[in-house]
């Protein structure tokens, strides 16, 4: 099973900073990587797929990028709708695997 | 638009069964795989179950392997996932998610919540 470790767990930032978080799998997943963005009380929203793809509908303020162990997902200027939890996940392998999730909350 | 409603959550007992569905609207339900994913209270997201667009081929989280079942009916949209010998660390919101083109989860319902205590 592939490991998707996420860092930091949590990260206090003001609207308008810039904020990077870190995901990191046991083994390589080629770019078979997502991001997901999940709001309280909310089902999770698909962001990045493919390392680096924004979805549908997608800001330009997120982008991806990363290969093989090490991924990262970059909100350029925090809006005050950015403030969530955010989840990567592989789809390289089974089972699928999600990593445990970074909060974005406000400092 | 794309819809999926999740139903049949609710509480049971452990070692009981429960059979959830999930009805698809607004794509071709019958050309694309379909997962379950499930978050148990204040926690993250856990792969479960998926099936393949025909319903030919399944897969299982090896903590869920030999005690739930997927299944599709792609002549009336919906996606089932019956559920047997319940635990308590089965309790989650359980989420019916359509897979994109390239396999990612581009569409989730609402979740249904399963509870198993005495």
């Known amino acids: 099973e592939t490991v998707l470790t996420q860092s930091p767990a949590t990260l206090s930032l003001s609207p308008g900073e810039r904020a990077a978080l870190s995901c990191r799998a046991s083994?390589?997943?080629?770019?078979?990587l997502a991001w997901y963005q999940q709001k309280p009380g909310q089902a999770p929203r698909l962001l990045i797929y493919?390392?680096?793809n924004r979805a549908t509908g997608i800001p330009a303020r997120f982008s991806g990028s990363g290969s093989g162990t090490d991924f990262t997902l970059t909100i350029s200027s925090l809006e005050p709708e950015d403030f969530a939890v955010y989840y990567c996940?592989?789809?390289?392998?089974?089972?699928?695997?999600f990593g445990q999730g970074t909060k974005v909350d406000i400092k | 638009e794309v819809q999926l409603v999740e139903s049949g959550g609710g509480l049971v007992q452990p070692g009981g069964s429960l059979r959830l569905s999930c009805s698809a609207s607004?794509?071709?339900?019958?050309?694309?795989?379909i997962h379950w994913v499930r978050q148990a209270p204040g926690k993250g997201l856990e792969y479960v179950s998926a099936?393949?667009?025909?319903?030919?081929?399944?897969y299982y989280a090896d903590s869920v392997k030999g005690r739930f079942t997927i299944s599709r009916d792609n002549s009336k949209n919906t996606l089932f996932l019956q559920m047997s010998s319940l635990r308590p660390e089965d309790t989650a919101v359980y989420y019916c998610?359509?897979?994109?083109?390239?396999?990612?989860?581009?569409?989730w319902g609402q979740g249904t919540l399963v509870t198993v205590s005495s």
């Open positions: 998610v359509k897979c994109s083109s390239s396999y990612y989860y581009d569409s």
């Open positions: 607004g794509f071709t339900f019958s050309n694309f795989p």
């Open positions: 099936i393949s667009s025909s319903g030919v081929s399944t």
């Open positions: 083994q390589s997943v080629s770019s078979d």
């Open positions: 493919d390392a680096s």
């Open positions: 996940q592989q789809r390289n392998n089974w089972p699928r695997t």
